[in-house]
């Protein structure tokens, strides 16, 4: 509906009828003139909301690894060993940290000198509103969608095809370079065929652990991705480092080494017999004597050494085995 009224210069102004009771510009001697009418009833105040105190978030510690990794831990791994997901170095968490980095956004401001009114328009409010019936168009939002939709699918295809391998590969930067012997069984691959299976028989009898390796970490083989084992030429042992596709049930192990407690300073856990075990993350385990253990975390890793090509060749996956040390040379 609309309101019609007249000005004083005898010019006929017609409105939409929610400007009644406000101002508008005749169009014709360009003076203010008031809408009749009662203006539209103010919308009744909403009620208050109250809000409930919400639980304070941990604080975050961040501090910065050697090779440059910002790094985050909680309150509760204060004085605890952690390692670096890049590098594998070890670090001991601080009591404090690198300050965060807050971003701060200014708003333009808005203009407050009025729009001149342009001659031979018809009248407006001074209090312009957005049109009743508003929406946005229906382009735009096809637009919009059909971007989302393409870099949906170019983050699926760099996944699928795109992705280098190797990305997911925590176990071997445990390896040190300069070990002397490597022995890698690639079990997900081996166990696709009946004569790689046969070459997993080893890993299915007692280890120098005293159990197989499957009791020792709750797994069975099908449920591993590889296995590998590294040592030193002046101790003659080693340790094995397991890779699984799941969750290592980390209690169970612990049981399995008998009651295996935390060392202090060190992030690994102690048995009995002297049996070792440390976690790198979920799906990793380190296992052997506490003193090859301790070897293996506090080792050197230099960028390149005597095992740098065979480590690489077992990150492109092509031999489903490999062995490798520096009398015997490199095969798979």
């Known amino acids: 509906m609309t309101i019609q009224f007249a000005c004083a210069c005898g010019q006929r102004l017609t409105v939409p009828d929610e400007y009644a009771g406000l101002s508008v510009r005749c169009m014709v001697c360009k003076e203010l003139r008031q809408v009749p009418g009662e203006p539209p009833a103010a919308e009744e105040p909403a009620p208050a909301v109250v809000l409930s105190p919400r639980e304070p978030e941990p604080r975050r510690i961040r501090f910065r690894c050697a090779c440059g990794r910002l790094l985050q831990a909680t309150e509760a791994q204060i004085g605890r060993t952690a390692s670096c997901p890049g590098c594998a170095a070890l670090h001991v968490v601080p009591a404090t940290g690198e300050p965060e980095e807050v971003e701060i956004h200014l708003a333009p401001q808005a203009s407050t000198s009025p729009t001149p009114a342009a001659k031979g328009k018809p009248a407006r409010p001074t209090e312009p509103a957005r049109p009743r019936g508003w929406k946005p168009s229906r382009t735009s939002a096809l637009a919009v969608g059909a971007a989302l939709l393409l870099i949906g699918g170019l983050i699926a295809a760099w996944f699928a095809f795109l992705r280098p391998r190797g990305l997911d590969d925590e176990d071997l930067r445990l390896i040190p370079t300069d070990a002397r012997d490597l022995i890698v069984f690639d079990v997900a691959e081996l166990n ?8 997993l028989e080893p890993l299915r009898r007692t280890t120098r652990l005293g ?14 991705r590889r296995v590998t084992w590294t040592g030193w030429a002046d101790s003659g042992q080693g340790v094995v480092i397991v890779s699984a596709n799941q969750d290592i049930p980390r209690n169970q192990v612990l049981n399995r080494l008998g009651s295996a407690t935390e060392v202090p300073g060190w992030p690994y856990y102690r048995g009995n017999s002297g049996l070792a075990a440390y976690f ?14 301790r ?34 040379g490199e095969r798979g």
């Open 192 to 199: 696709k065929s009946e004569a790689g299976r046969k070459v």
């Open 211 to 224: 159990r197989t390796l499957e009791e020792l970490v709750g797994l069975s083989l099908q449920d591993l």
């Open 280 to 293: 790198l993350g979920r799906r990793v385990v380190v296992l052997g004597q506490e003193s090859e253990v």
């Open 295 to 328: 070897k293996l975390l506090g080792a050197t890793r230099p960028r390149a050494g005597g095992l740098t090509s065979a480590l690489d060749e077992v990150r492109r996956r092509q031999f489903p085995l490999l062995l490798a040390g520096e009398e015997r």
